[in-house]
T-cell receptor, first 112, second 111 residues
Framework: EPEVTQTPSHQVTQMGQEVILRCVPI?????FYWYRQILGQKVEFLVS????????KSEIFDDQFSVERPDGSNFTLKIRSTKLEDSAMYFC??????????FGSGTRLTVV | TQLLEQSPQFLSIQEGENLTVYCNSS?????LQWYRQEPGEGPVLLVT?????EVKKLKRLTFQFGDARKDSSLHITAAQPGDTGLYLC???????????FGAGTQVVVTP
């Protein structure tokens, strides 16, 4: 079964530092997403990416966030200056056509 | 914005019992998906339902989509401890496939 791979599984960073969360989507998928889940809360949409550009982003996805697909296989989420409230599980997902998402196992980001 | 309401929020049952969880919306679903999420893991797709009145079975799990496509249920027969998890209903919000998640039903099956 093809998988979406995320690294690292857990990252601890100091407030104000930059972090890059990495994802390798399923190879023939065309749509890529980042979602996050703050502990005890709903899964929230951050951004969708298609054809090498952002197709939609939520109000959470402000100027501190950016996404990139640097080499045709990796899909990254960068947070430029982390805040305490950025602590969450970040899930990458990819999709082919009308089928459901395939989610990665997530990166737990802890900002201290 | 379509609101997805899941009930109950929490369900604790003994192994061998049956359970049903529900997902309701204020508007018509174009399609609906059910996921199960275990602690520290990403959600895993269980099923997609598209047609009003549709029933799908996945081993001991039975998924129903309401005739009016505004509600769905997940029924587990003879629950096992391995069924423990957060069950999420999810529906697409637009053509880019941005999905909206319900808050989930936490199911705990004890031996």
């Amino acid at each position: 079964e093809p998988e979406v791979t995320q690294t690292p599984s857990h990252q601890v960073t100091q407030m104000g530092q930059e972090v890059i969360l990495r994802c390798v989507p399923i190879s023939n998928h065309l749509y890529f997403y980042w979602y996050r889940q703050i502990l005890g809360q709903k899964v929230e949409f951050l951004v969708s990416f298609y054809n090498n550009e952002i197709s939609e982003k939520s109000e959470i996805f402000d100027d501190q966030f950016s996404v990139e697909r640097p080499d045709g296989s990796n899909f990254t989420l960068k947070i430029r200056s982390t805040k305490l409230e950025d602590s969450a599980m970040y899930f990458c997902a990819s999709r082919q056509g009308e089928r459901g998402y395939t989610f990665g196992s997530g990166t737990r980001l802890t900002v201290v | 914005t379509q609101l997805l309401e899941q009930s109950p929020q929490f369900l604790s049952i003994q192994e061998g019992e049956n359970l049903t969880v529900y997902c309701n919306s204020s508007s018509v679903f174009s399609s609906l998906q059910w996921y199960r999420q275990e602690p520290g893991e990403g959600p895993v797709l269980l099923v997609t339902v598209v047609t009003g009145g549709e029933v799908k079975k996945l081993k001991r799990l039975t998924f129903q989509f309401g005739d009016a496509r505004k509600d769905s249920s997940l029924h587990i027969t003879a629950a096992q401890p391995g069924d423990t998890g957060l069950y999420l209903c999810v529906s697409p919000t637009d053509s880019w496939g941005k999905f909206q998640f319900g808050a989930g039903t936490q199911v705990v099956v004890t031996p």
